[in-house]
T-cell receptor
Framework: GAGVSQTPSNKVTEKGKYVELRCDPISGHTALYWYRQSLGQGPEFLIYFQGTGAADDSGLPNDRFFAVRPEGSVSTLKIQRTERGDSAVYLCASSLWAGLGEQYFGPGTRLTVT | GENVEQHPSTLSVQEGDSAVIKCTYS??????FPWYKQELGKGPQLIIDIRSNVGEKKDQRIAVTLNKTAKHFSLHITETQPEDSAVYFC????????FGAGTRLTVKP
């Protein structure tokens, strides 16, 4: 079966613009996670969903960041009024159920804010 | 919250030698400890994991050990090969997951 997919693979945007990043989890996985990875660092937790609800959004850096998962499958990470400091690779992962462990990652979206 | 520290940040070994990467964690509630391998331009790939009720786990050339009392866990790679060269991340998790900063492993042929 297919793994986690993310689109676009690369996104270049100008400072102040709005962007949406999409994640398609592994079919049947009920938990979905978003991370941000800066160069030379480990993934940094942003938010996770169990089903449609955001179970923990404590990692979102500020209110410019928002994520949804309306039907419990595909998720969109939304960033408003982008800043140069938002430039990073945004990773999505999914697992069968939150708290069970094994998370499987997508290839990431490289966001560059100019 | 959970804090994971990983050492060393870089590691260079000769092909055939062993490599060891160590991590410590702070939250005693963490009960799941995966290791990921990340190659350039790709997402992290789960290579092995261990749960808090187990002290050691092995899968071919890769093994992981966990000391819950000391809150540290380690990755051991034996008979290293050039294709093992990558960045390795440890993580600790209860409900959400916290990662170490990574170790860049280089295996010289």
């Amino acid at each position: 079966g297919a793994g986690v997919s993310q689109t676009p693979s690369n996104k270049v945007t100008e400072k102040g613009k709005y962007v949406e990043l999409r994640c398609d989890p592994i079919s049947g996985h009920t938990a979905l996670y978003w991370y941000r990875q800066s160069l030379g660092q480990g993934p940094e937790f942003l938010i996770y969903f169990q089903g449609t609800g955001a179970a923990d959004d404590s990692g979102l850096p500020n209110d410019r960041f928002f994520a949804v998962r309306p039907e419990g499958s595909v998720s969109t990470l939304k960033i408003q009024r982008t800043e140069r400091g938002d430039s990073a690779v945004y990773l999505c992962a999914s697992s069968l159920w939150a708290g069970l462990g094994e998370q499987y990652f997508g290839p990431g979206t490289r966001l560059t804010v100019t | 919250g959970e804090n994971v520290e990983q050492h060393p940040s870089t590691l260079s070994v000769q092909e055939g030698d062993s490599a060891v990467i160590k991590c410590t964690y702070s939250d005693s509630a963490s009960n799941y400890f995966p290791w990921y391998k990340q190659e350039l331009g790709k997402g992290p790939q789960l290579i092995i994991d261990i749960r808090s009720n187990v002290g050691e786990k092995k899968d071919q050339r890769i093994a992981v050990t966990l000391n819950k009392t000391a809150k540290h866990f380690s990755l051991h790679i034996t008979e290293t090969q050039p294709e093992d060269s990558a960045v390795y991340f440890c993580a600790a998790s209860s409900w959400d997951m916290r990662f170490g900063a990574g170790t860049r492993l280089t295996v010289k042929p």
